[in-house]
């Protein structure tokens, strides 16, 4: 067999190893469909209308029982019709695999029970991420059979009348090669680009013993450079590419006018512009080329000159949004005054308090200028709210801390006032106790279930995994679990929510790659949005009710698109289970 052959084998087979088993009888029984920690909390969710009153969890292997007990009271959901009984096997610690049962033989998934139980999802999740590259080919050796051709080199880009300037007018051919797509469509956003880039850059930072010999099978795997920090350098260096050099600000996206079909990216020919500069984009850039300079300040020797260079480009975009300091991005007006018309996403705010408080904390911490901590107190708000494209102020915070627990910056700030916010916001969703109905933080209103709503489920995750390492109160590692439970199974629909994963996951993304590849399968290690109550896309959708708001067809791009955003926080998450297993006492 061929080098790149086996390759390929190896990812077919990794993906292969990593479902837990057939389809469920009826989804009757819900839990998370990869697996349990041996010590860990164990929480299966039946529907009512099994009609059982006890539950065994039997060996998958022989059908012996190893564990029995009686279900939880019944509980109407707040956000369906469902009525639900909670069947709690955490007594059970041990090792292998099993299925929960009812009587009349109702049985869940298989699953695990054991270590290392959401390691193949953080590399599965992190590889996600070079499937979304653009201007590269993905080869067979790396992406098995989602292998493409390369798709939008980026190398002539037009300065779009929006964005035009002395030095670059309309028209101006530029390059902005590299980078990730978006979510389902093929074009490029600085704002999400963001918080996704702080979010892994903030899970190397929180946990890199995990990461410094993790490897997915990355073209830059083997290097002297951890696989998650090569993977968000792809994306990075085109981030350099979105500052005009000629006064430091950023340019919000690098887009189509529309959207492309459901083509492959080498058939996709549209001619692409770099679009109006904006203070959320520019402070967003801030403050991630800051937190970049930090982490990559180690890698020195492989990657020369980088970490200054991320620091420069920092320090100059910082100097234009102190002249702009509230540029919105406002598609739709600046439609009415420039062409081509541009329709793709938005993703534009009109407060900026956040990227201004995330900015000037990751300036503090990376340079020490006691400058920054004016402006970090000018723009700090309280309370904080859990993270999202549009407020990235608990970035700061969760940076803050971070840094005050392992770098010394309590010298630079006093912590307090930052930790007892971030405990205040851990302890509420935790009182709100989330829906009751699945034993999950997730859902704390009917609010949760919205556009992405997985990845409310999968940042609710991260404040709590913060609040977990600031406090060492396990209540919120616990918390933080149910959401990943929520996410692998343990929720309404009875989908794990990850493409490739678990025993029922989604096949019909809105995906243009997974849709025009003629694979039947779709590119694994993508977050899907999940319910969405609104239902935006104008889809058919089965059941009523908030939590059941999805629907695993193309079409529902409300509910079933992928985006880079979703991701970061489910692979932070994950990660968290996996480093802090033995920290927790989940593995003895």
């Known amino acids: 067999m061929s080098r790149i052959l086996l390759a390929a084998y190896s990812i077919l087979l990794l993906f292969a190893t990593i479902s837990c088993g057939g389809q469920d009888?009826?989804?009757?029984?819900?839990?998370?469909?990869?697996?349990?920690?041996?010590?860990?909390?164990?929480?299966?969710?039946?529907?009512?209308?099994?009609?059982?009153?006890?539950?065994?969890?039997?060996?998958?292997?022989?059908?012996?029982?190893?564990?029995?007990?009686?279900?939880?009271?019944?509980?109407?959901?707040?956000?369906?019709?469902?009525?639900?009984?909670?069947?709690?096997?955490?007594?059970?610690?041990?090792?292998?695999?099993?299925?929960?049962?009812?009587?009349?033989?109702?049985?869940?998934?298989?699953?695990?029970?054991?270590?290392?139980?959401?390691?193949?999802?953080?590399?599965?999740?992190?590889?996600?991420?070079?499937?979304?590259?653009s201007d590269i080919p993905l080869l067979p050796e790396h992406a098995g059979k989602w292998a493409r051709p390369l798709g939008h080199p980026d190398d002539k880009v037009l300065i779009h009348a929006s964005a035009a300037s002395a030095q670059r007018p309309e028209g101006t051919i530029v390059a902005s090669r590299g980078g990730w797509y978006d979510a389902g469509d093929y074009n490029k956003y600085v704002v999400?680009?963001?918080?996704?880039?702080?979010?892994?850059?903030?899970?190397?930072?929180?946990?890199?013993?995990?990461?410094?010999?993790?490897?997915?099978?990355?073209?830059?795997?083997?290097n002297k450079v951890p696989d998650i920090l090569d993977e968000v350098i792809y994306n990075l260096r085109w981030l350099f590419t979105m500052q005009d050099p000629n006064d430091g600000g950023v340019y919000h996206k690098c887009t189509n006018p529309k959207f492309d079909g459901m083509i492959m990216p080498d058939?996709?020919?549209?001619?692409?512009?770099?679009?109006?500069?904006?203070?959320?984009?520019?402070?967003?850039?801030?403050?991630?080329?800051?937190?970049?300079?930090?982490?990559?300040?180690?890698?020195?020797?492989?990657?020369?000159?980088?970490?200054?260079?991320?620091l420069k480009a920092a320090l100059y975009a910082w100097q234009w949004a102190e002249q702009h300091p509230a540029v919105e991005y406002d598609q739709e007006k600046n439609n009415k005054s420039f062409k081509p018309e541009v329709v793709t996403g938005r993703y534009g705010d009109t407060n900026f308090s956040g990227e201004w408080f995330w900015a000037s904390s990751e300036l503090l911490i990376t340079t020490g200028n006691q400058a920054y901590l004016d402006v970090l107190m000018k723009w700090r708000r309280a309370p904080i709210l859990v993270p999202c494209w549009y407020d990235v102020a608990p970035m700061g915070y969760f940076s803050l801390l971070r840094n005050a627990r392992t770098q010394g910056a309590r010298q630079l700030v006093d912590a307090k006032p930052f930790s007892d916010e971030l405990l205040k916001l851990a302890d509420l969703l935790i009182a709100n106790g989330g829906n009751k109905a699945f034993g999950t933080i997730m859902g704390q209103s009917a609010e949760d279930f919205v556009w992405g709503s997985n990845s409310v489920a999968a940042n609710q995750g991260l404040v709590l995994v913060n609040a977990y390492l600031y406090s060492g109160n396990p209540k919120y590692l616990d918390a933080a679990l149910s959401n990943l439970d929520y996410l692998t199974g343990r929720n309404a629909t009875g989908y794990c929510f990850i493409t490739g994963m678990g025993s029922r996951p989604p096949v019909n993304a809105h995906h243009r790659p997974s849709v025009a590849d003629n694979n039947p399968l779709p590119v694994p290690g993508l977050l899907v949005g999940g319910p969405n109550k609104y239902k935006q896309d104008g889809c058919k959708y089965p059941h009523e009710g908030a939590e059941l708001a999805y629907l695993d067809e193309v079409c529902s791009y409300a509910s079933n698109e992928i985006a880079i955003n979703w991701n970061a926080p489910l692979v932070y998450v994950a990660v968290a289970m996996e480093a802090l297993q033995y920290r927790a006492g989940w593995i003895r």
Not at 44 to 58: L, N
Not at 201 to 209: G, K, M, Q, T
Not at 275 to 302: C, E, I, N, P, Y
């Open 25 to 133: 009888n009826g989804g009757q029984v819900l839990l998370n469909q990869l697996g349990f920690y041996s010590y860990a909390p164990k929480i299966a969710i039946v529907k009512e209308r099994s009609g059982s009153e006890i539950f065994w969890v039997v060996n998958n292997g022989n059908g012996d029982t190893v564990f029995s007990g009686k279900l939880g009271p019944a509980i109407q959901s707040a956000y369906s019709s469902m009525v639900t009984r909670k069947a709690d096997f955490s007594g059970l610690t041990q090792s292998g695999q099993f299925r929960v049962v009812l009587k009349g033989g109702a049985s869940s998934p298989a699953f695990r029970i054991g270590s290392g139980i959401a390691n193949d999802l953080v590399k599965v999740s992190m590889k996600g991420y070079y499937y979304q590259r």
């Open 192 to 222: 999400n680009s963001g918080i996704t880039m702080g979010t892994l850059l903030s899970a190397y930072e929180d946990f890199p013993a995990y990461f410094d010999s993790l490897q997915w099978n990355i073209p830059e795997s083997g």
């Open 267 to 310: 058939k996709a020919k549209e001619t692409r512009y770099l679009v109006q500069k904006g203070t959320g984009a520019t402070l967003d850039f801030v403050a991630v080329m800051a937190q970049a300079s930090r982490v990559l300040k180690k890698f020195d020797h492989a990657l020369p000159g980088l970490s200054d260079s991320c």
